[in-house]
């Protein structure tokens, strides 16, 4: 059985991503990323789920760990984010005075903390959090995190959907080492890939170019300082379409006259819910 690697604790909106995309697989906590990225260099027969980005409150800052490792793209995954008060069991929402969360889903979660006057604490994790809390059997404290965290760590949900806005999703990205391309058939795709320019003026302006001429749409277009320099940019882009579609080629063959460092990361279907966005 293959194994699929997470960040975070068991209840985090990671290993509920894992578990909906394989559920029969051995799912396993790694404490960071850079230990899912070292693993899945390592281990080529296995694979790992991270988070990418989020609808509301943006990246989640793996981009470097993209540009070190390139590992493959296999599939992107929109994973419903719905954040959740739990506390003790018979714990009331009057009784509670602190939250711990993940900085993100504290921040996804405001008005409902500002409406409830609650002090905020800032923990690595969202499951973490509710384990903490779970050990702690202080009524006073509550966690921000999923109902499956409430399962696995005997919480009770207090509030369920507390975050600002309702259809909050996450992005999520399944890597490996080995490469695979999906044959190109009649279906949407999404082709990813990151550079570095030739330190020229107008470089990005000209390298740009060759989509709009090709009607390629870009869907992604972010730059990143390398490590340790604000004077050297890599970029990363997401494209629709596949990489053996003339018109992407055509793309990429005028892109990379002005690349010094082209890598393609992958090409994967595109996730059905990107139909009904």
């Given at each position: 059985?293959?194994?699929?690697?997470?960040?975070?604790?068991?209840?985090?909106?990671?290993?509920?991503?894992?578990?909906?995309?394989?559920?029969?697989?051995?799912?396993?906590?790694?404490?960071?990323?850079?230990?899912?990225?070292?693993?899945?260099?390592?281990?080529?027969?296995?694979?790992?789920?991270?988070?990418?980005?989020?609808?509301?409150?943006?990246?989640?800052?793996?981009?470097?760990?993209?540009?070190?490792?390139?590992?493959?793209?296999?599939?992107?995954?929109?994973?419903?984010?719905?954040?959740?008060?739990?506390?003790?069991?018979?714990?009331?929402?009057?009784?509670?005075?602190?939250?711990?969360?993940?900085?993100?889903?504290?921040?996804?979660?405001?008005?409902?903390?500002?409406?409830?006057?609650?002090?905020?604490?800032?923990?690595?994790?969202?499951?973490?959090?509710?384990?903490?809390?779970?050990?702690?059997?202080?009524?006073?404290?509550?966690?921000?995190?999923?109902?499956?965290?409430?399962?696995?760590?005997?919480?009770?949900?207090?509030?369920?959907?507390?975050?600002?806005?309702?259809g909050n999703l996450t992005r999520f990205l399944v890597m490996g080492k080995n490469t695979y391309q999906p044959e190109f058939k009649d279906k949407n795709y999404i082709t990813s890939f990151l550079f570095?320019?030739?330190?020229?003026?107008?470089?990005?302006?000209?390298?740009?170019?060759?989509?709009?001429?090709?009607?390629?749409?870009?869907?992604?277009?972010?730059?990143?300082?390398?490590?340790?320099?604000?004077?050297?940019?890599?970029?990363?882009?997401?494209?629709?379409?596949?990489?053996?579609?003339?018109?992407?080629?055509?793309?990429?063959?005028?892109?990379?006259?002005?690349?010094?460092?082209?890598?393609?990361?992958?090409?994967?279907?595109?996730?059905?819910?990107?139909?009904?966005?």
């Amino acid at each position: 059985m293959s194994k699929i690697y997470f960040q975070g604790t068991f209840g985090a909106y990671s290993h509920l991503a894992a578990l909906s995309v394989y559920p029969k697989a051995d799912i396993i906590p790694c404490k960071t990323f850079d230990e899912c990225f070292s693993k899945a260099s390592s281990e080529p027969e296995n694979k790992i789920i991270i988070p990418e980005s989020n609808r509301i409150t943006g990246n989640i800052g793996i981009e470097y760990l993209m540009f070190k490792h390139r590992l493959n793209i296999y599939m992107e995954h929109f994973q419903k984010i719905e954040h959740n008060l739990l506390g003790q069991p018979g714990s009331k929402l009057k009784d509670i005075k602190e939250v711990y969360s993940h900085a993100q889903g504290l921040s996804q979660c405001s008005q409902f903390i500002k409406k409830n006057n609650l002090i905020e604490h800032i923990r690595a994790d969202t499951a973490g959090s509710a384990e903490m809390i779970s050990k702690t059997e202080d009524t006073k404290k509550a966690a921000i995190a999923s109902s499956l965290s409430a399962k696995i760590y005997g919480l009770e949900v207090i509030k369920k959907n507390i975050e600002n806005e309702s259809g909050n999703l996450t992005r999520f990205l399944v890597m490996g080492k080995n490469t695979y391309q999906p044959e190109f058939k009649d279906k949407n795709y999404i082709t990813s890939f990151l550079f570095k320019l030739k330190s020229k003026p107008a470089a990005l302006y000209q390298s740009l170019g060759g989509f709009a001429i090709n009607g390629v749409n870009l869907t992604k277009l972010q730059s990143y300082p390398e490590k340790n320099t604000f004077d050297s940019y890599f970029f990363l882009c997401d494209l629709d379409g596949h990489i053996e579609d003339k018109k992407v080629q055509k793309s990429l063959e005028e892109l990379g006259l002005h690349c010094e460092d082209f890598h393609v990361l992958g090409v994967f279907e595109a996730d059905k819910i990107r139909e009904n966005k």
